[in-house]
């Protein structure tokens, strides 16, 4: 039984800093690419980042490249999400999401990812 907990979402003003966590269970972690994505009211869902957990292979968009980064802890089935300098537009709820199978050009395709979590919330002010 595949499970992805999320957690580390708060509130937080501009500027500041947020880790996400997500912790899978239920599957051989290595051998998935793990996502972040993010979905603000009345806006579609988009890709934040993502990483190959066995080469750790990391993606970001281009809305958080230099801001957030996107880690894994093997021994833990953990991924994490360091966000820095927040802005308010990074606001939203914040998903991760596992893939068995996917070419590295769908790593920011959310229909390609199997297994979901059910999201934690970030909010900027």
């Known amino acids: 039984h595949v499970q992805l907990v999320e957690s580390g979402g708060g509130s937080v003003q501009a500027g500041g800093s947020l880790r996400l966590s997500c912790k899978a269970t239920?599957?051989?972690?290595?051998?998935?690419?793990m996502g972040w994505f993010r979905q603000a009211p009345g806006k579609e869902r988009e890709a934040v980042a993502g990483?190959?957990?066995?080469?750790?292979?990391?993606h970001y968009s281009d809305s958080v490249k230099g801001r957030f980064t996107i880690s894994r802890d093997n021994a833990q089935n953990t991924v994490y999400l360091q966000m820095n300098s927040l802005k308010p537009e990074d606001t939203g709820m914040y998903y991760c999401?596992?893939?068995?199978?996917?070419?590295?050009?769908?790593?920011?395709?959310?229909?390609?990812?199997?297994?979901w979590g059910q999201g934690t919330q970030v909010t900027v002010s």
């Open positions: 999401a596992a893939s068995r199978f996917l070419l590295s050009g769908d790593v920011f395709t959310d229909v390609k990812y199997n297994y």
């Open positions: 239920g599957y051989n972690f290595i051998r998935y690419c």
């Open positions: 990483i190959w957990i066995g080469s750790g292979t990391e």
